[in-house]
């Protein structure tokens, strides 16, 4: 079976990947490019990766392309604390879209409940909602500890913690539990100007 797995070159989504390469999935890598330090370090964890099971050649989609448009507009909206929402929203869309067009029958994500901002119950309801694909979340219940042995013990840990820029996009307070109401509309408004499709 084809899935298509969100990959960062943080601890969590080559884990993830790693889990779901041992259950027998054939995987495509899809990375948001932001620069060119953290595209190298994708690559190396894809190299590393690939010795665990079927792994297909990475996807790289520009963020700055991509994604940057409605950053650019949610600030102008008043809307910035919604940025990271957005972000995984749009990375999840774009998973769903190349795997209607490679056949693929789920989605993969490092997502672990309520680590961060964009991973809280609500968020991953609103984020669930790009995809009509099935989103497989194989660290969810796993807390970080769990997910650092793993990634120790199959050797991406080290190119993981490897120093790279933040993300240039993420606000002062992101919105932790987000209202699909509230995102639908701000997501109609992007539609109507154009920046979402």
């Avoid at 595209?39 to 050649?57: A, C, T």
């Avoid at 769990?146 to 199959?154: G, L, P, Q, S």
């Amino acid at each position: 079976m084809k899935a298509v797995a969100l990959l960062s070159s943080g601890i969590d989504s080559p884990v993830a990947i790693y889990l779901m390469l041992r259950k027998g999935l054939e995987i495509t890598p899809l990375n948001f490019r932001q620069s060119p330090k953290k595209e190298s370090k994708v690559m190396e964890l894809y190299e590393i990766l690939r010795r665990y099971g079927k792994l297909n050649e990475p996807i790289f989609v520009d963020a700055y392309e991509e994604q940057g448009p409605v950053f650019s507009k949610l600030a102008e909206l008043g809307k910035v604390k919604w940025t990271c929402l957005f972000c995984k929203w749009t990375m999840v869309r774009k998973a769903c879209e190349i795997g209607h067009q490679i056949g693929a029958k789920a989605i993969v994500t490092g997502d672990s409940l309520g680590q961060v901002a964009s991973q809280t119950l609500d968020n991953l309801a609103i984020i669930s909602s790009a995809s009509d694909l099935p989103i497989l979340r194989p660290l969810i219940g796993m807390d970080k500890e769990e997910t650092v042995r793993i990634a120790k013990e199959i050797g991406t840990f080290e190119v993981s913690i490897k120093p790279e820029e933040p993300c240039p996009f993420v606000p002062k307070y992101p919105i932790v539990r987000g209202s699909l109401g509230e995102f639908l509309k701000i997501k109609e408004g992007l539609v109507r100007e154009g920046v979402l499709r």
